[in-house]
C-alpha cells in the first residue's frame, strides 16, 4: 500500500509493505537537526525511507544515506526529489559496515581503491555483494575503527536496548 506521509515540512511517500515507517520518532529526528548548520555532512547509516535524511538536507546539509533495504533506498532517492533536496542527498544501498569503511577515507591512504565511497553500480543498485554480513546480525567486530583527524565530528549512534553490549 503506497502512501504519503507530511512531517514536519516534508513529504515522504512509502510503501508500508515494502519499508520500515515509525511516526513516534519525528521529535527525535527534527530535535537533532535542529544540532545541525548549513554545510555541514551528515552520514545517516539506517536512512529507511529518509525521515532523518531529508529535513537534514532541507536545512543545508550534505548527507550520505544508506540502508540495506532497496526498497527503502528507492523510495529515499524518490523523497528526495519530492522534496527537492536531491542534490544534496547521496543514497547508498549497502551493509552500514562496508558503507562507513567504504566512506571514511583513512588519512595516508587515499589512493587504495577500498577506502572510497562506492562508486560502483552494484553497490548502489544490486545491494549486498554476498560474501558480506549484514550488521543485523548483531556481530559488530570490525564495525567501527578509529583515527585522529583534524576536526572533531559528531557521531550519534541510536541502539536499541539489545543492539550493543560494552
Given amino acids: 500500500m503506497v502512501t504519503e506521509i507530511k512531517q514536519y515540512g516534508a513529504t515522504f511517500r512509502l510503501d508500508y509493505g515494502l519499508v520500515y515507517w515509525n511516526s513516534r520518532l519525528?521529535?527525535?529526528h527534527i530535535r537533532l537537526v535542529s544540532l545541525f548548520k548549513k554545510g555541514d555532512v551528515i552520514c545517516d547509516m539506517f536512512a529507511g525511507i529518509g525521515p532523518f535524511s531529508i529535513p537534514s538536507a532541507q536545512k543545508?546539509?550534505?548527507v550520505y544515506a544508506n540502508d540495506l533495504n532497496p526498497d527503502s533506498v528507492h523510495y529515499l532517492r524518490t523523497n528526495a526529489k519530492i522534496n527537492k533536496v536531491e542534490d544534496y542527498i547521496f543514497a547508498y544501498n549497502m551493509d552500514a559496515r562496508v558503507f562507513m569503511q567504504k566512506?571514511?577515507?583513512v588519512p595516508g591512504l587515499e589512493t587504495r581503491s577500498d577506502s572510497q565511497v562506492a562508486t560502483d553500480e552494484s553497490y548502489s543498485k544490486e545491494g549486498v555483494p554476498p560474501n558480506e554480513i549484514?550488521?543485523?546480525n548483531g556481530n559488530h567486530n570490525g564495525a567501527f575503527f578509529s583515527y585522529e583527524i583534524p576536526i572533531h565530528p559528531w557521531i550519534l549512534s541510536v541502539c536499541g536496548p539489545h543492539t550493543l553490549t560494552v
Fill in 103 to 105: 566512506l571514511m577515507t
Fill in 60 to 62: 543545508g546539509c550534505v
Fill in 26 to 28: 519525528e521529535h527525535e
Fill in 134 to 136: 549484514s550488521s543485523s
